[in-house]
Nanobody, 129 residues
Framework: QVQLTESGGGSVQAGDSLELSCVVS?????????MAWFRQTPDKGREWISL???????YVDYPFKDRFTISRDNGKNTVVLKMTSLRPSDTAIYYC??????????????????????WGKGTQVTVLA
């Protein structure tokens, strides 16, 4: 059974940076899993941030591309989201998600919550003004 565990959330000041990690257990990243980060707020629901495919290619949604980066270490079964220049509007619960490559059949830039089978429990990020 695939399990995802996020860590690294917390409270930071506006302008700070933060790094979130997601460790995957029960499966190997080296072969068939697409990894992604989402975040959820009461007003916007769960929105896609970034994605890393099996080959390590990364995709970041336009609103985040200048401040957020995703990376994956297949050997450590870990995916990292690095966030810089954080704003109060970045306050959200951040989720790691994974899905088999075989179950994903559209543009990576069209990723949505419905495309991912496995989810972590989320980690809270609070950005103070």
């Amino acid at each position: 059974q695939v399990q995802l565990t996020e860590s690294g959330g917390g409270s930071v000041q506006a302008g700070d940076s933060l790094e979130l990690s997601c460790v995957v257990s029960g499966a190997s990243l080296t072969t068939w899993i697409i990894m992604a980060w989402f975040r959820q707020t009461p007003d916007k629901g769960r929105e896609w941030i970034s994605l890393a495919n099996r080959d390590g290619n990364t995709y970041v949604d336009y609103p985040f591309k200048d401040r957020f980066t995703i990376s994956r270490d297949n050997g450590k079964n870990t995916v990292v989201l690095k966030m810089t220049s954080l704003r109060p509007s970045d306050t959200a619960i951040y989720y790691c998600a994974a899905t088999p490559l075989s179950s994903y059949s559209k543009s990576y830039y069209e990723a949505s919550e419905a495309d991912f089978l496995h989810w972590g429990k989320g980690t809270q990020v609070t950005v103070l003004a």
